[in-house]
């Protein structure tokens, strides 16, 4: 059974700080590459930053200098680091783990958290 526990959504407000934690289980985490993916009101879902198994981080230019994206092994967790939020930066975020090696491909999403930035 593979489950991605989302944690941490809520309201911010602008010029704030928001911690979101992503725990996995079911899987192994190491093999995974992790990431965090928005969904803002009437938009497509976007990839916001990704973490390799090793330590690439990518990062979509809208939240480069911003928000931070590390993973602890160890706890099977990644986090989402967001700091001076924006009001765009509102949106469901879910979590996500992708593997694909060889002729083997997978695919994971959490629950998705909503966030929420508004003074």
């Known amino acids: 059974q593979v489950q991605l526990v989302e944690s941490g959504g809520g309201l911010g407000q602008p010029g704030g700080s928001l911690r979101l934690s992503c725990e996995a289980s079911?899987?192994?985490?190491?093999?995974?590459?992790m990431a965090w993916y928005r969904q803002a009101p009437g938009k497509q879902r976007e990839l916001i930053a990704s973490?390799?198994?090793?330590?690439?981080?990518n990062y979509t230019d809208s939240v480069k200098g911003r928000f931070t994206i590390s993973r602890d092994n160890a706890k099977n967790t990644v986090i989402l680091q967001m700091n001076s939020l924006n009001p765009e930066d509102t949106g469901v975020y879910y979590c996500h783990a992708g593997l694909s090696w060889w002729g083997l491909k997978r695919e994971y999403w959490g629950q998705g958290t909503q966030v929420i930035v508004s003074s």
């Open positions: 973490h390799s198994p090793g330590s690439i981080r």
């Open positions: 079911g899987i192994i985490f190491s093999d995974y590459i």
